[in-house]
């Protein structure tokens, strides 16, 4: 089945970086898009970047220019690396794969259809 476990979250203070990883098992990876989003309590879960099969990149635009996604289609895993962070960054990171492959990527949570467990970024002031 459909696995993806995230890690690298932790704590980190404002202007930090940290590198997030994903790693995917059960699909093919290389047809489907892929994408990071987070979530804080009581609020619902945000896109954050998505990359396509072919390797477009999209961003939030509170991120772009900071953030940088990337993907390893033979090691099966997609990275987000995450510079200058901000306080406002602070929240659960979640990576996810798209619903269909070769489908045209998405920013909505409901464009994809597998979800890791989550990992907690923290940034401290």
């Known amino acids: 089945q459909v696995q993806l476990v995230e890690s690298g979250g932790g704590l980190v203070q404002a ?8 790693a995917a098992s ?6 489907y898009a892929m994408g990071w989003f987070r979530q804080t309590p009581g ?3 945000e896109f954050v970047a998505g990359i396509s099969w072919s390797g477009y990149k999209y961003y939030v ?11 390893d289609d033979v090691k099966n895993t997609m990275a987000l690396q995450m510079n200058s962070l901000k306080l ?28 890791g467990q989550g990992t907690q970024v923290t940034v401290s002031s």
């Open 15 to 22: 202007g930090g970086s940290l590198r997030l990883s994903c």
């Open 26 to 31: 059960g699909f093919i990876f290389r047809k």
């Open 43 to 45: 609020k619902e879960r």
């Open 61 to 71: 635009d509170s991120v772009n220019g900071r953030f940088t996604i990337s993907r």
């Open 88 to 115: 406002e960054d602070t929240a659960v990171y979640y990576c996810a794969a798209g619903r269909s492959a070769y489908a045209a990527p998405g920013r909505k949570a409901t464009d994809y259809d597998s979800w």
